[in-house]
């Protein structure tokens, strides 16, 4: 009775056009109010224990730094880099495009801004260069989603605080199917771009790539601050997130000068409006998710799971269609709030590797990012190409088979998620 109440709630609160967060607090609330044994005491705890989540703490400065990234000159560097490294090859422009959206992601941690900061440098380039905008448009859009899989994602940050998994271990997960992803794409466009019949530009020398990497240094040095100092043991992963902050304030202003004191509130206000966004989200989530806990709802549906002898490959299966059903209609950290505690215990119970289920919702969240109808990705590229949304929906598609060929491999082939992480912190028992 209880488990229908708070979700009939919650869905037909979402369905009358109420926010997801205050639909998610206020099914919660009322379920408790009116059907639960547990009293309102415990949500106000709750809220309290949210607001002091130790892991959340990376979320503000993850999203500072980023914005810090974006409003700077970092990704024309970057682009121009990954030009040089590899704009010889055919179809090297739309590759380089790619390898910069890595790039970018490995500082960023956002999808939207990936897509937007490279998007809008090298869509024009393309297009004078003998791509269709169509063409353009489809690989931005796609190479993008990068942005929440190559750690540090912001994304990866909310399950693990959901689910109290290590967010050392899901960034390191990340790293080895983001690049796959990457390379899959650089593939794809290689194969197509022999149909397109575009003459490459000249191969860089030697000292021209170097040029370019050592201008695109100090904002890939990021990463290596991150990723080396949480790997290394000098800091766990939210004082990364405080040390990426600074280091990204000091490059912005100081080193690459392209962001000046005058700019930075703007810059402040607008990571406190994303933050703020995302913490309510969070904070309804874990109310949402402390009723479904007291009130055993996973466990009930592991319980009936395992009645029926449903195998983990099956279980995955399931977990993939509701997923990429869910990312039709809401967006990636709303998913992961709703769905991570309801599918973790489940998964725990059947065996499945709780940072392998975590790469997994990831990928289908990227997939989510260029689907219609709120595919957040579809609407950015608009903007930065002036396409409708039918017409980027198009050129996104075929590229989305890529993604979707490479959500079945790391499905059913955990070690491309978990090699990394076992490799580094010892396998989970």
């Not at 503000?60 to 730094?65: G, M, R, W």
């Not at 209609?329 to 940072?355: N, R, S, V, W, Y």
């Amino acid at each position: 009775m209880n488990t229908a109440v708070l979700f009939i709630c919650m869905f037909l609160f979402m369905a009358i056009g109420i926010p997801v967060a205050i639909s998610l607090g206020l099914a919660s609330l009322l379920t408790i109010a009116f059907f639960s044994q547990d009293s309102i005491a415990s949500m106000s705890i709750k809220l309290f224990e949210t607001s002091e989540h130790y892991t959340l703490m990376a979320i503000p400065f993850f999203v500072l730094a980023g914005n810090l990234m974006s409003t700077g000159g970092v990704a024309k560097r970057m682009v121009r880099f990954a030009i040089a490294a590899v704009g010889h090859l055919r179809g090297g422009l739309a590759i380089a495009s790619i390898l910069a959206c890595m790039l970018f992601a490995a500082v960023s941690g956002s999808s939207p801004a990936t897509v937007v900061a490279i998007g809008s440098i090298v869509i024009a380039g393309m297009v004078r260069n003998g791509y269709t905008k169509e063409f353009a448009a489809g690989v931005i859009c796609n190479a993008g989603t990068l942005g929440i899989l190559i750690p540090p994602s912001i994304v990866m940050v909310v399950y693990a605080a959901v689910t109290e998994v290590s967010v050392g271990r899901m960034f390191m997960a990340g790293v080895v199917p983001g690049i796959m992803l990457g390379l899959m794409l650089m593939i794809a466009v290689w194969w197509r771009a022999g149909k397109l019949q575009i003459t490459p530009p000249a191969k860089a020398s030697a000292s021209e790539v170097f040029r370019a990497f050592r201008e695109s240094m100090w904002g890939l040095a990021l990463l290596v601050i991150i990723m080396g100092g949480i790997y290394g043991g000098v800091f766990t992963p939210t004082e990364a997130a405080a040390v990426s902050a600074v280091y990204a304030l000091v490059v912005a202003v100081w080193v690459y000068r392209d962001l000046r004191i005058r700019d930075l509130p703007e810059v402040f206000l607008e990571s406190a409006k994303t933050t703020v966004m995302i913490m309510f989200i969070v904070a309804n989530a874990l109310l949402f998710a402390h009723v479904l806990t007291t009130e055993r709802i996973p466990q009930a549906i592991a319980e009936q799971i395992l009645a029926v002898g449903m195998s983990p490959w099956m279980f995955l299966l399931v977990v993939n269609i509701i997923l990429l059903i869910a990312g039709n209609f809401m967006e990636p950290t709303g998913i992961i709030l709703i769905l991570a505690p309801i599918l973790f215990p489940i998964a725990t119970q059947l065996g499945i590797d709780p940072i392998h289920l975590g790469v997994i919702m990831v990928v289908n969240m990227e997939i989510g990012m260029v689907t219609p109808p709120v595919g957040l990705n579809l609407f950015v590229t608009s903007g930065v190409t002036g396409m409708n949304l039918v017409q980027v929906t198009k050129a996104a598609l075929p590229w989305l088979m890529v993604l979707l060929v490479f959500l079945v491999l790391v499905t059913y082939i955990p070690a491309i998620s978990l090699a990394l992480p076992n490799a580094m912190f010892g396998a989970q028992t």
